[in-house]
């Protein structure tokens, strides 16, 4: 039986999604649970599965293109069944990934005229075989006699877009190449995820008034108690293990700061869930290790070790980064001696961490010595957490690091 296949929410707050790839071309068959292609969402590029046996009618949707969740993407039918009314029943939104919009009064005379379009651009040289472009870049190459086979594409999969054509030179021979010009500006399209992200952190200020404290933590028996546990460790324990327990310990026994708002409660969470700030090509992900206070330095490295490697590559799924009640986000390793991280949406607060360096103090004898310390700074929701109660938890925190073995055992 013939069906629409709609665009799925694939995490918890997709809104549209952008279809990368599509794993299937119009006339294949398919069965329950096999990847049809790969939608970019607002924090990673998920597989679309098939959720029953079909055949790929047609194509709504083409590769690069952005639709909101609910917009058909495609069409699955029986090879000879006629899908000629659920075409003409599809919204006309949802064919953005075509070079011309169908007619839905006449899907017929839609099909063909999208057909005439990219014939002409074929016949021209403006399209040929392995090469894919927006119905944009097609146009503005066709007016400006840009054979497309030789720009370079810089959107989803290589696909030409605008920003590639106007950028483009043309060269004796009908070549392009990029035009050369020290004052001229790039024009990076807003990916999906760096869209969410600008949108959450910006509410996130807006709603949450933020305030902010900083504790100098000296971690000279941290580094201690790291290296006497490496020396055996193999792989090698990560400091942000180290950090993630310890972090747990003291929300366990501060349950005000394991906390997050609605709109008529607050929830001081049973679970410490604890995410990790990783850096993306274009934006951040925050993979969560689940009752982390529970769970042993090592447990905590292996899944750390994992959720990193697989948050890198774009493939955790939603229930991976979603749903903390607490976050921390460490710059130590890119030179950062301190800062002040926007608090991460549910959570009640936010722990930035800087890097380690050396300092001198007075010894007990009174002679001048030198140890290892960081800072880290809190930012906390005042909705939710009071200063004092930010304050002990920072205070206890501080103690932690500074004697991690009360925490470890």
């Known amino acids: 039986m013939a069906e629409r296949l709609l665009m799925l929410a694939l995490s918890p707050t997709m809104e549209t999604g952008t279809i990368v790839r599509w794993n299937r071309v119009e006339g294949d068959s398919f069965t329950s649970g096999e990847v049809l292609c790969e939608v970019e969402t607002d924090k990673a590029t998920m597989e679309y599965e098939a959720s029953s046996d079909g055949t790929l009618r047609k194509i709504v949707v083409a590769e690069g293109t952005k639709v909101k969740v609910g917009d058909v993407i495609a069409i699955s039918a029986a090879p000879d069944e006629d899908i000629s ?9 949802a064919s953005a990934g075509t070079t011309l919009s169908l007619p839905t009064e006449n899907v017929a005379a839609g ?3 999208v057909a005439m379009e990219t014939n002409r651009v074929d ?41 590639d054509l106007e950028n483009a030179a043309i060269l004796p021979g009908g070549d392009a190449r990029p035009q050369q010009s020290a004052a001229s500006d790039t024009l990076i399209p807003l990916s999906d995820k760096r869209r969410i992200i600008a949108s ?18 000296v971690v000279d028996g941290l580094a201690a108690a790291r290296a006497e546990i490496n020396r055996t460790a193999e792989p090698h324990l990560s ?24 709109d008529d409660a607050m929830i001081r969470h049973g679970s410490v869930d604890v995410a990790l700030a990783v850096a993306q090509p274009d934006g951040l992900v925050t993979p969560v290790v689940r009752d982390a206070h529970h769970k042993g330095i090592f447990e905590i490295d292996g899944e750390l070790r994992d959720l990193i490697s697989r948050a890198r590559e774009g493939k955790l799924a939603p229930e991976e980064y979603s749903g903390s ?13 301190q800062f002040a991280a926007i608090i991460n949406p549910p959570n009640a607060a936010i722990l930035s961490v800087g890097e380690i360096f050396r300092e001198p103090y007075e010894a007990a ?11 880290m700074t809190l930012s906390c929701d005042h909705r939710i957490i009071d200063g004092a109660v930010a304050g002990e938890f920072a205070r206890d925190l501080k103690n932690c690091i500074e004697q991690p073995v009360t925490a470890l055992l």
């Open 123 to 163: 016949a021209e040289g403006h399209l040929p075989e392995g090469v894919r472009a927006s119905p944009l870049a097609r146009r503005i190459a066709r007016e400006r006699s840009i054979p497309l086979r030789s720009v370079h594409g810089s959107g989803p999969g290589g696909r030409i877009i605008k920003a």
């Open 239 to 262: 400091l942000n293990a180290f950090i993630i327990k310890l972090v747990a310990a003291a929300l366990h026994r501060h349950p005000e700061v394991n906390a997050s708002m609605t």
């Open 200 to 217: 959450r952190l910006t509410e996130s200020k807006l709603v949450s008034p933020h305030f902010y404290l900083t504790v100098r933590v």
């Open 111 to 113: 099909t063909a005229a």
């Open 85 to 93: 009314e659920l075409l003409a029943a599809t919204d006309s939104s």
């Open 325 to 337: 009640t607490f976050t921390i986000s460490n710059l130590g390793s890119y030179g950062v001696h």
């Open 365 to 375: 004898d009174g002679s001048v010595a030198f140890r290892s310390a960081m800072l």
